[in-house]
């Protein structure tokens, strides 16, 4: 059964290898505190599409390791990504991390803890209160957490900044649209293929495959994979099609912007995700 609690709520450098200076929030979250307690694998999903979008995504990733007690366990790769609600803006890029975290005394506290970190991310990335579906600066959002169905109310420090959610908010995990949203799939599905979240009766994979029938091939292209060496993401020509690869097997910014067709060749030594 879903874990139930009621709270009462109180209101890169540039260019797509590497990531921009580290801008780790101090003391981003007093709950999660490394200890011995055992930790969980979790995912969490990160979207951008204004300003560097890759470097933003890499800067943020390097951010998510950083946190109290967090261990970076796997990264995708990089996906440019059809925009969904709003079409009226520049398309995203998508990536999901996998990270092992204090499970906390409970699964419902300890994904607060978790929510809380994101949420003070994402600010520390300068995230402005938008539409829903609107343009990012830093997305963060928490896909699953362990194998525990989790529906609890959220505090102020970890309420979505949508102004037209209403003012007592929820938060549900596994997250209510991952499955139906191939942004969120097909990153998720390079480093979980087989996980069947609870709840969905279907693993990621065929999750991934139905939704890319549904929405089409297009609406996310793989377009770089991550590089530990490198500490971002390294394109290949076989991910990004015919878009421009310089010498050091990076992908120009403004040729994933405008889709430019130059030429395109494998990274040297270009390594792939873990």
């Not at 003391?27 to 694998?41: E, F, M, Q, S």
């Not at 995230?127 to 102020?156: C, T, Y």
């Not at 969905?200 to 994979?205: D, H, N, P, Q, Y």
Request: some cysteine; glycine content about 10%; aromatic content about 4%.
């Amino acid at each position: 059964m879903a874990t139930r609690e009621r709270r009462s709520s109180s209101r890169a450098d540039p260019g797509l290898g590497t990531a921009a200076p580290a801008r780790r929030p101090q003391a981003a979250t007093p709950a999660l505190r490394p200890g011995r307690a055992h930790r969980v694998r979790v995912y969490v999903g990160l979207g951008a599409n204004l300003g560097d979008a890759a470097g933003t995504l890499a800067a943020g990733t390097h951010a998510l390791a950083a946190l109290p007690g967090v261990r970076l366990a796997g990264v995708s790769r990089l996906y440019a990504t059809k925009p969904v609600g709003v079409a009226d803006q520049p398309e995203f890029h998508n990536a999901v991390v996998a990270l092992d975290v204090p499970a906390g005394p409970d699964p419902g506290t300890g994904a607060l803890a978790l929510l809380i970190a994101l949420k003070m991310v994402e600010r520390a990335f300068g995230r402005q209160a938008r539409e829903r579906w609107g343009p990012r600066e830093l997305d963060l959002d928490l896909l699953v957490f362990g194998r525990h169905p989790i529906h609890i109310e959220r505090p102020a420090a970890a309420l979505s900044d949508d102004p037209a959610k209403p003012a007592v908010q929820w938060l549900q995990v596994p997250h209510a649209s991952a499955r139906e949203r191939l942004f969120v799939l097909a990153p998720l599905a390079d480093l979980a293929p087989g996980l069947c979240p609870p709840g969905w009766g279907e693993t990621v994979a065929t999750a991934r495959s139905r939704a890319e029938v549904r929405e089409g091939p297009d609406a996310a292209r793989a377009i770089a994979t991550w590089d530990p060496g490198r500490a971002g993401w390294t394109a290949r020509a076989a991910e990004v099609d015919d878009r421009l690869v310089d010498d050091d097997g990076q992908v120009s910014p403004q040729a994933v912007v405008e889709g430019r067709a130059d030429r395109a060749r494998p990274s040297a030594g270009s390594a792939a995700g873990p």
